[in-house]
């Protein structure tokens, strides 16, 4: 199974052209990503979408929190946190990747190196992110659309985030944020070029695996009492 829990969310026209193209690619199942402005509206289509998608690929949405403020990524995430079957908070100050990363009602903390010079990650934090179970998020397209020095500080971070992955363990995706049908990839070629960044074929098939667990376990979220626990109706 092949999953893609960034593609930017927009019209329902051009979703469902990006997801048809997708599925032609090799895709399972994609998540359109909606920041906090959009995500209401997103909401009022989604049938619509999905009458256009049966049988042709799996979706749902991401709400992708972007904001400098840690109050109100809480308050986002609270308000959202049962309409969305993945919650990811775009990265790159400090600040915010710790928050992500201390907050167990966040799944992805995604791109940790936006705007930086590093990785956005260290020992401390990589520890939070299994302490907590919130996956780091890398994204194709910022090396595709990136050039020259500003690609190599990317593609450096990525090597940085894949030591911190191979010590401490916590859950890595990778996804496309693909915005049109033009930046969509074929599962093969989206493979080979993460493996031309330094990840074997097994971590990237763990990182697909982990980006479906995240839908899983978001599925039985509810039903929760604390992390390794979950309520079971009572069939007697």
Excluded at 182 to 189: A, E, G, L, Q, V
Aim: aromatic letters at 12%.
């Amino acid at each position: 199974m092949f999953f893609d829990l960034n593609i930017k969310g927009s019209s329902l026209e051009n979703n469902i052209a990006i997801a048809i193209e997708a599925s032609r690619y090799g895709w399972s199942h994609i998540n359109f990503s909606y920041n906090q402005n959009e995500f209401s509206r997103a909401l009022d289509f989604k049938k619509d979408l999905n009458d256009s998608l049966e049988n042709v690929i799996g979706f749902d949405y991401t709400l992708e929190i972007d904001s400098p403020n840690i109050n109100e990524i809480r308050k986002i995430s609270n308000k959202f946190r049962n309409k969305s079957s993945c919650i990811s908070v775009v990265g790159g100050d400090l600040k915010v990747n710790r928050a992500a990363l201390e907050n167990v009602r966040i799944d992805v903390l995604s791109r940790p190196y936006l705007r930086r010079y590093d990785s956005g990650l260290n020992h401390v934090l990589a520890k939070e992110a299994v302490k907590n179970n919130v996956a780091i998020e890398l994204c194709f397209k910022d090396v595709l659309k990136s050039y020259l020095s500003p690609r190599a500080k990317i593609i450096s971070s990525f090597k940085d985030i894949y030591a911190l992955y191979r010590k401490f363990g916590f859950s890595l995706i990778l996804s496309s944020r693909a915005e049109s049908v033009f930046d969509i990839r074929t599962t093969r070629d989206f493979i080979a070029f993460f493996k031309q960044t330094g990840l074997s074929d097994g971590e990237i098939l763990k990182s697909f695996e982990s980006a479906g667990n995240i839908l899983d376990f978001n599925k039985n979220r509810h039903q929760m009492i604390f992390k390794g626990v979950r309520r079971i109706d009572d069939e007697a």
